[in-house]
């Protein structure tokens, strides 16, 4: 009986060892064919993309869901050819299948530049090999699971996250988006080894987020490293579009130790033993996630993911300048010399993408200004306080989800002190005399850094004489360019 027993065993260690080898096997064999030459780096909107996402869809259709999954056409600045694809794996409890969980990797990548193929193994053929396995394991737990799940392969995110972005906008036009109450973005995992943990980024957004997310807690022996919020200014995942609506999301991923962008990022590179962790680890959160009683969400999202309530808004920022005097009809240009300028900022909003803004900022600036009777001497310099209103037209484009814009419109300038301070080696110095009244135009561009903060860099260009023409001194402009950093309340 004990012999009869420890063969059971053995032929159970077996059959859970075969098991995970087949898993291994299959997830090698998607990244080879997502990411091999022929598929040309998955360009969106190409054929190349298209073949990919035919291999997605086929993977699903092997596991007994032909006629169930749906494809999501949408546009990227008016031209078609782009499509997500996803299906939903409905829930048991009465109360909570009306619920979601979405799981999505994106399957585009660079495709093709110059001579060499971008394959993009990590980004991201290991998140979409990753999901097609997700999905098989939640198909066999469907009868498990309270919440319903959906499983989404995204495309167009190199392009700015549009797949995302559009399949937000398809939940909300089906009065769904309020239903969604995680988000997870598998997004390049195919470093584990190498990387030493797998990364979760957005656990706060989870109330008893760190619980949740514990491997011992779902019985899978991985390391994680967890982080509260997504912090980074410059990177997005897929998660954005559904973290700035309030859901809470996280960002997996095994960090930027592969070929980032290269065309080194291939297959034969990719930790296969650990995707297979991965898969196996998200299946488990899924699970655990979708049958978690009460609210999911903490309430709380990261800085970079917060929106305004608000049309208009109000904030402080500081900087500094650099201003010169340019003489009209000469070709001298002064050099320039640095000031600082800080005030308020006022920004109305017309849309996602139009805005007023507004500031109302005291500048004081200093620019170097030559002796007439000695040009190669010293000199003098300008020096002003003024309070300065630029007021400007914003366009945010929608490309990177709004996080850079451009301002364009005119300046007026108070000027309430000033003078010439300096002494040339042969001359007292000019009488000064300034124009309090100067204006001009404005322009210039920026980045939000989350709805709190913002990074301008704007140029003045006065259009009337710096001095009063009765002065006798040569007509002249005054021209800045400032660096600034802002804050919303």
Known sequence: MKR??????????????????????????????LASDSLRGRQAGTEDAAKAAHYITGQWNRMGLEGQWQSLPFQVMNK?????????????????????????????????????VYNGADDN???????IEIARQLLAQRGQMKRSVIICAFDAEEMGLYGSKA???????????????????????????????????GTGTLANGKNLTDPATLGVDIKIHTKNFETSLFTATDTEPFAKEGIPTLAVTTGLKSPYHKPQDDADLIDYDGLSLIADYISALTVAAANRDGELAS??????????????????????NNCHIAFPGTAITGKSKTGFTGGLMLQYSFNRNFGIHADLLYT???????????????????????????????WCPEMLMNLYYFNLGGFYSRVFDGGFYGRSTTSGGPDYSATDNQWGIAWGFGFHLGYHWQIDFSYLYQLNDL???STGLPQAQKNMFSLSLGYYF
């Open 467 to 469: 001095f009063d023409t």
């Open 364 to 394: 004081y600036t200093q620019c170097p200004y030559p002796d007439v009777a000695d040009p190669f001497g010293p000199g003098y310099n300008v020096f002003q306080h003024s309070l300065t209103v630029p007021l400007m037209l914003q």
């Open 125 to 131: 053929a290991s998140g979409s090999a990753c999901l």
């Open 167 to 201: 399949f937000v906008d398809h939940l909300r036009t089906d009065g769904l988006v309020d239903h969604v109450k995680l988000m997870m973005s598998v997004d390049m995992v195919g470093w584990y080894k190498v990387n030493g943990s797998l990364i979760l980024e």
């Open 4 to 33: 009869i027993a420890i063969v059971i065993a053995a032929m159970m260690l077996l059959g859970t060892a075969l098991g995970q080898e087949s898993q291994r096997l299959r997830l090698e064999k998607h990244l080879y064919t």
């Open 80 to 116: 078609d050819g782009f499509f997500d694809y996803y299906f939903i794996i409905e829930g048991n409890d009465p109360a909570l299948k009306d619920e979601y969980i979405v799981v999505g990797a994106h399957y585009d990548h660079v495709g093709v530049k110059g001579d060499e």
């Open 299 to 320: 309430g709380k999202l990261a800085s970079k993911h917060e929106t305004s309530h608000s049309d208009f808004s109000v904030g402080l920022s500081a900087g500094y």
